[in-house]
């Protein structure tokens, strides 16, 4: 259920289309007269999700189509996350990928999203040098990539990062539990917060959110953990596989949505088949092709 509490027109078919331009930009036509448009997702409205006890949706986008469509479905937060290391770029990882990379697809979304929050990762060497660092990172996604906030990933340590960020007016979301820029630090793709640990992420979370970062995400962590770090928790929390206790939740797109091949984690939930909707249509298309029936008379001048 969308938060009560969000702005007009939470449903799909109550979210007006984007609109500005032309055919082939992803723009539509501007809604009907009388309609005012729908106001933009706010890190406040988050924050009221949570004091309500209600919740709110997030999934990575990395272009202005599934921006677009998400952002028109009803999704409150799109993350441009460094997971299009794994999903854009190929890369086995999300460490490879850079700065210069994910900012021309943070503009993209950012464009495309005409109603939720837009949160940009940043990858891994771009902010762990020095909070001087993480601020002049910061400050290129708010300015080059037109993000409302930036996610990071680390322990306490990282609290005099956020700090600094936050006072520079860069909003913050801190990302807690398994970090998978840490992969070779943390032993790989391990459930963090087990028994005596699950103290340790509860201190994180206290330390990240008293620095002000105004959210807090959890991945790969118990679902009992996750349940006591968020009542810990003043502000709102989001979940990858932490369970239902989050006030967020986020997935991958091309997880959630079947395109991406090969074995799924076992926190994702698949809502659509697109790997194999795309392959049939491509095959199809190959077919007419070499057939000779596509282009037919319909489609020649």
Excluded: C
């Excluded at 969000?6 to 036509?29: F, I």
């Excluded at 794994?86 to 700065?99: A, D, H, Q, R």
């Amino acid at each position: 259920m969308a938060p009560s509490n969000l702005p007009e027109s939470t449903t799909p078919a109550e979210v007006p289309a984007p609109y500005g331009s032309g055919p082939g930009t992803g723009a539509q036509t501007p809604p009907a007269a009388g309609r005012k448009p729908a106001s933009r997702i706010r890190i406040h409205h988050l924050q009221q999700a949570k004091d309500n006890g209600e919740h709110f949706a997030m999934l990575t986008a990395y272009e202005q189509y599934t921006a677009e469509i998400f952002d028109q479905a009803g999704i409150e937060v799109l993350l441009v996350g460094d997971s299009a290391s794994n999903n854009v770029f190929g890369n086995e990882t999300s460490l490879p990928v850079t700065v210069d990379e994910l900012l021309p697809l943070t503009r993209a979304v950012s464009r495309a999203a005409k109603r939720a929050l837009v949160v940009a990762d940043l990858p891994f060497g771009s902010y762990e040098i020095s909070p001087g660092q993480a601020v002049a990172t910061g400050v290129r996604f708010l300015k080059e990539g037109l993000a409302h906030a930036v996610k990071i990933e680390g322990t306490a340590y990282y609290a005099e990062t956020v700090k600094a960020m936050v006072q520079a007016g860069i909003p913050v979301m801190a990302h807690i539990g398994f970090t998978p820029q840490s992969e070779h630090a943390l032993g790989g793709y391990r459930v963090q917060g087990r028994g005596d640990d699950a103290q340790r992420l509860v201190d994180d979370a206290l330390a990240l959110q008293d620095a002000g970062a105004f959210s807090v995400l959890m991945e790969m962590v118990p679902a009992e953990t996750a349940a006591v770090v968020d009542a810990a928790l003043r502000v709102p929390t989001v979940g990858i596989g932490a369970g239902n206790h989050t006030t967020g939740q986020v997935l991958v797109w091309q997880d959630m949505a079947g395109l991406r091949g090969g074995k799924m984690a076992k926190f994702v939930k698949q809502y659509a088949d697109l790997r194999t909707t795309l392959t049939d249509a491509a095959a199809a298309y190959g077919e007419d092709v070499r057939s000779g029936q596509f282009p037919g008379p319909e489609h020649s001048f």
